[in-house]
């Protein structure tokens, strides 16, 4: 399976969730030390997707520079309308190698010191996906909280054993 169909299943499973959540419980901001709505998660995650999708090439492929209060944040349908789009910049990433060379800046400190290192997209690409699991794994967290079911798989690596 490629990093790339991988990716977009993650994205279908990001989608079937989101398909399955009250708009209030999609906005809910649960207590401290909960960071993030469901709504702040999934914009974080398709940030990082998007950083990829729209970097061209010349300039380093970054994903710390994010945009915080958007209707993807708010409003699930426009989180399903943004998953769509992205999904169709992905299938335009498949003829691409995977081993095509990106620079990559990473901010390193709070004061803004950053680091520049080569990477490939193919990696990038399981960087994002890794990370999307990660976030997926929170929002189940948050829909349990709110006694919203997901899939039994939903946030889980694909690594991670089966329970028997």
Do not use: C
């Not at 995650?45 to 708010?74: K, W």
């Not at 490939?120 to 990660?134: M, N």
């Not at 967290?141 to 054993?161: C, E, I, Q």
């Amino acid at each position: 399976m490629s990093v790339v169909r991988a990716l977009i299943g993650r994205l279908d499973e990001l989608a079937e969730a989101l398909l399955a959540t009250p708009e209030d419980v999609y906005r809910a901001r649960i207590e401290p030390p909960v960071s993030g709505s469901i709504g702040e998660h999934v914009r974080h995650t398709l940030d990082h997707l998007s950083a990829i999708l729209v970097n061209d090439g010349i300039e380093p492929l970054t994903y710390d520079r994010r945009e915080r209060g958007t209707a993807v944040e708010t409003d699930p349908s426009a989180a399903l309308r943004l998953i769509f789009r992205m999904k169709s910049g992905l299938e335009r990433l498949r003829g691409r190698s995977m081993d095509e060379p990106v620079a990559v800046r990473s901010q390193v400190s709070t004061g803004g010191a950053s680091v520049v290192a080569w990477s490939t997209i193919g990696r990038e690409l399981a960087f994002v996906t890794s990370h999307t699991i990660h976030h997926q794994a929170l929002i189940a967290v948050l829909l349990a909280w709110h006694g919203v079911d997901v899939a039994p798989r939903f946030g889980v690596a694909a690594s991670t054993p089966r329970a028997s």
